[in-house]
């Protein structure tokens, strides 16, 4: 049973937005730095984002940064990916992952638990 499970990936034409989401367990998602990774074929995952568990701090890859903004809701234990100006090249698997952190930290790996993946695929 995944411990994290990812929505909203899709298929999107160049220019459009999608908003990915990701539950979480309950007693992961309280004690987690909640992040993003994503993956294209024949390539090693990297990373995309991360939020510290207050929300208060947040990371982006410089290739996001200014087209696309996480957030978390922690009434609801999830977490958002929210990527507008899409790219071809954002194409992937994205993939939620979770830290459990003992403090408000913004550092995500290691990382302790992923999902399943969302495919998101940007058409030119």
């Known amino acids: 049973q995944w411990q994290l499970v990812e929505s909203g990936g899709g298929l999107v034409r160049a220019g459009g937005s999608l908003r990915l989401s990701c539950e979480a367990s309950?007693?992961?998602?309280?004690?987690?730095?909640m992040g993003w990774f994503r993956q294209t074929p024949g390539k090693e995952r990297e990373f995309v984002a991360a939020?510290?568990?207050?929300?208060?701090?947040?990371s982006y890859i410089d290739d996001v940064k200014g087209r696309s903004t996480i957030s978390r809701d922690n009434a609801k234990n999830t977490v958002y990916l929210q990527m507008n100006s899409l790219k071809p090249e954002d194409t992937a698997v994205y993939y939620c992952?979770?830290?459990?952190?003992?403090?408000?930290?913004?550092?995500?790996?290691?990382?302790?638990?992923w999902g399943q993946g969302t495919q998101v695929n940007v058409s030119s």
């Open positions: 992952v979770a830290r459990v952190a003992t403090r408000n930290t913004i550092v995500v790996v290691p990382v302790d638990y």
């Open positions: 309950r007693h992961i998602f309280t004690s987690s730095v």
């Open positions: 939020i510290s568990w207050s929300g208060a701090y947040t």
